[in-house]
């Protein structure tokens, strides 16, 4: 079981990315993924998630309205597109996984824990 995540960068405050998150070893069609990131001297906090099944989707408060979350299950992959990128979005992010759909209690939803297999990380950095 493999997670590649991908796109990251330097991008000024405004600007957009748009991070890959390939799978290989495993078909996603049956995960849940979501993605986290970690700014220096941070804790690891939880960015968004997607279901399999009905692909339902969950933000954090603090990218809602900015971030968009989707999978392509042909392709095994789930990208997260960030729009309105902020200095505060800095950090390494990483995606992971979990069997079927995204933790349903809000209280365990960012939960590092809650999840099994990580990928690598990708730096994201906003900055003019």
């Known amino acids: 079981v493999q997670l590649q995540a991908s796109g990251g960068g330097l991008v000024q405050p405004g600007g957009s990315l748009r991070l890959s998150c390939v799978a290989s070893g495993f078909a996603l069609d049956w995960y849940a993924i979501a993605w986290f990131r970690q700014a220096p001297g941070k804790e690891r906090e939880g960015v968004s998630c997607i279901s399999s099944g009905d692909g339902r989707t969950y933000y954090a408060d603090s990218v809602k309205g900015r971030f968009t979350i989707s999978r392509d299950n042909d392709k095994n992959t789930v990208y997260l597109q960030m729009d309105s990128l902020e200095s505060e979005d800095t950090g390494v992010y990483y995606c992971?996984?979990?069997?079927?759909?995204?933790?349903?209690?809000?209280?365990?939803?960012?939960?590092?824990?809650?999840?099994?297999?990580w990928g690598q990380g990708t730096q994201v950095t906003v900055s003019s």
């Open positions: 992971t996984t979990r069997p079927r759909v995204c933790p349903i209690a809000a209280w365990g939803r960012w939960r590092p824990d809650e999840y099994v297999d």
